[in-house]
């Protein structure tokens, strides 16, 4: 039995039998990782680290065209503060 915990957003999180499944869901972006998306798969990545019942993490993208174009440069704030010096707006 699978059980969502983000069905809506950006990253869903489900149990299958042994296995945590995260899939990166902004396949607009081709999944690129955002700041939110990491706080919300590294908890539950340390949460089935310490599960005994856990064998298996899978990581999947959303669509057919990705699954994971890398950090999302957008979100300037996601690898350092001080990107807007080499992004400006």
């Excluded at 005994?52 to 669509?63: Q, S, V, Y």
Aim: glycine fraction near 10%; hydrophobic fraction near 40%.
């Amino acid at each position: 039995m699978s059980k969502h915990t983000d069905v809506e957003g950006d990253v869903l999180l489900e149990r299958k039998g042994c296995a945590g499944v995260i899939t990166l869901n902004r396949p607009k972006f081709l999944n690129a990782l955002n700041l939110n998306m990491i706080r919300q798969i590294y908890p539950q990545l340390k949460r089935w680290e310490q599960d005994p019942e856990t064998f298996l993490i899978i990581i999947k993208g959303a669509g057919g065209k990705a699954f994971c174009a890398g950090g999302d440069v957008r979100g300037k704030n996601f690898f350092c503060p001080h990107l807007n010096t080499f992004f400006p707006q």
